[in-house]
């Protein structure tokens, strides 16, 4: 696929044409979103909404749990744009500065679904309804994930709050953002039950800093979290994942704590691969960081 807005864009709008909708409170409960998004009719029209940029592109990365598709949209707006009509359901939320990348499991591909049904009746059968519950029994074949991603800082974090050039920070946040949700891929695939919204973002930063830098930079971790020394700063990543009660200044020790572990154990298995590295941690590690973020471990 070409770099360009018009190529890009107008493929995903035709494979998810709720990329065309308006983003409003209350969207998704419309008779319109449901059309498109939940009983496939195709709309009348084809809107791009998006600006585009020289820089979108779209590739292809292989994991343990498969091949994962990314979408690198380079305007911030374009970014929002996706992630409230894909993720969001076309809900007017806030999508937070820190917030760069997204991976939306389980979107309806009516495409894949419309193919089908056009290779099954040119074979020449004709019941297409029990063909529909037989191809739709399995989600694999009509149901995509998408890795969004946007371009700037990584967590918002400044290339001089980070420790590097301008060029070199934006070119360690794309990288550190692709692996961040690609390890959650890889953790929500193979680890399903393994679910804890602190120890996974500590995790994916984690993989995504040690992929970008070449080593696990505990302060860069801590920064990307919002953690600066022993304190906590208004804005940062950790308040994205704690439940409305809770306050980041309540997980800053124990965030700390669980960011040293890890560092600790990545040195016991310096030797194995990349991924091998990430099934490591969720199988030997995952649950003594989520006992470390609950409190229940002491020094």
Request: proline content about 3%; hydrophobic content about 40%; overall charge negative.
């Amino acid at each position: 696929m070409e770099n360009s807005k018009q190529n890009i864009m107008e493929e995903y709008i035709h494979r998810y044409p709720q990329l065309c909708l308006l983003v409003k409170e209350g969207m998704s409960s419309t008779e319109e979103y449901k059309d498109i998004v939940l009983r496939g009719k195709i709309p009348a029209q084809f809107p791009n909404y998006f600006i585009g940029d020289e820089e979108d592109s779209v590739w292809e990365v292989s994991t343990p749990a498969g091949t994962a598709e990314i979408l690198y949209l380079a305007q911030r707006q374009d970014f929002e744009r996706a992630a409230r009509c894909l993720a969001y359901k076309c809900e007017d939320r806030a999508v937070p500065p820190s917030m760069g990348a997204v991976t939306i499991a389980g979107i309806i591909n009516w495409q894949k679904i419309r193919q089908h049904k056009e290779k099954y009746l040119a074979s020449g059968r004709i019941d297409w309804q029990a063909e529909f519950k037989r191809f739709t029994a399995k989600p694999e074949n009509y149901k995509d994930r998408l890795i969004l991603l946007s371009k700037g800082g990584y967590s918002a974090l400044t290339a001089e709050e980070a420790g590097y050039t301008d060029q070199e920070w934006e070119a360690v946040s794309l990288k550190i953002r692709m692996y961040h949700e690609l390890c959650h891929v890889v953790c929500r695939s193979l680890f399903p039950k393994q679910k804890h919204g602190v120890v996974d973002e500590i995790v994916a930063d984690c993989f995504g800093i040690l992929k970008a830098a070449g080593f696990y930079d505990v302060v860069l971790a801590e920064k990307c979290l919002g953690i600066w020394g022993s304190k906590y700063r208004k804005g940062g990543r950790l308040e994205n994942y704690l439940d409305i009660q809770d306050t980041p200044e309540q997980y800053v020790e124990y965030a700390i704590k669980a960011i040293r572990m890890l560092r600790d154990f990545l040195e016991e298995i310096e030797e194995k691969e990349y991924w091998d590295k990430i099934l490591a941690v969720e199988a030997g590690l995952f649950g003594t960081l989520a006992g470390i973020l609950k409190g229940d471990i002491p020094d």
